[in-house]
């Protein structure tokens, strides 16, 4: 699996990035909520800025070649494979317009939190 992840080095910091990016669209959404600050969605909100900015930060320390520190990097990691699970979760609940596209994103966000979990180090 290692060898695997070392052959999509790039692939993933491409990965984290763009997950990255997308949770700014997380940070809208936030801003605009007119429910109060205790409801469901604004946390779920807080948590994925917070996971955003932790994989900004993961791939920056990865493209830079700088030590990744364990502690994030296991936090990232165990942050992807829940909602990896939450997603597959609302494909069997049928919650999904489109159930083939949440998989993929599902087994995505779950080989990421993989990645982070092995701690992978570019060569």
Not at 18 to 33: C, E, K, N, P, Q
Not at 52 to 74: A, E, H, Q, V
Not at 81 to 108: D, S, Y
Request: hydrophobic content about 55%.
């Amino acid at each position: 699996m290692k060898h695997f992840y070392h052959q999509t080095f790039l692939f993933w910091i491409i990965t984290k990035f763009l997950l990255a990016i997308a949770g700014l669209g997380s940070m809208y959404s936030l801003f605009t909520l007119e429910t109060g600050i205790l409801s469901f969605e604004f946390i779920a909100n807080l948590v994925i800025l917070l996971y955003c900015m932790l994989l900004g930060y993961s791939g920056y320390s990865d493209i830079r070649s700088l030590k990744p520190n364990p502690n994030i990097r296991t936090l990232t990691g165990t942050i992807s494979v829940i909602i990896g699970m939450a997603i597959i979760a609302l494909i069997v609940l049928n919650i999904t317009r489109n159930g083939f596209v949440a998989f993929l994103l599902a087994i995505w966000l779950f080989l990421l939190g993989v990645y982070e979990w092995m701690q992978v180090e570019r060569n």
